[in-house]
């Protein structure tokens, strides 16, 4: 079972930037094997999808209220995930969650969160001046 932990998290103002990081464990986990997203959830909201990434790592996928602004990207030397948020927004303020979905498809990408079978405890990010 593989087991993911985000880290990264904070605080920032508008228009600034921070950087998510996602490290998976556990195992005999072939990362490689793995579709990956983040996923963020703002208080009394339901969890939506914010990025997308292949096993491969060579497709991404962004959230329209996200693109152009955050970057997804993988090391599967390092079991890695992680996500530049630049121009940030008071309304990117939420708890952000990667996970993992084992697939032998290494081009497809996954947008729902029930496709996910593997999840970490999330970070806060909040953004404000």
């Known amino acids: 079972q593989m087991q993911l932990k985000e880290s990264g998290g904070g605080s920032a103002q508008p228009g600034g930037s921070l950087r998510l990081s996602c490290i998976a464990s556990?195992?005999?986990?072939?990362?490689?094997?793995?579709?990956l997203g983040w996923f963020r959830q703002a208080h009394g909201k339901e969890r939506e999808f914010v990025a997308a990434?292949?096993?491969?790592?060579?497709?991404?996928y962004y959230a329209d209220s996200v693109k152009g602004r955050f970057t997804v990207s993988r090391d599967n030397g390092e079991n890695r995930m992680d996500l530049q948020m630049d121009t940030l927004k008071p309304e990117d303020t939420a708890v952000y969650y990667c996970?993992?979905?084992?697939?032998?498809?290494?081009?497809?990408?996954?947008?729902?969160?029930?496709?996910?079978?593997?999840w970490g405890q999330g970070t806060q990010v909040t953004v404000s001046s």
């Open positions: 996970a993992s979905k084992y697939s032998l498809r290494r081009e497809v990408y996954y947008t729902s969160h029930s496709d996910y079978s593997n």
């Open positions: 990434t292949t096993p491969s790592g060579a497709v991404t």
């Open positions: 556990g195992g005999s986990l072939r990362f490689s094997n793995y579709a």
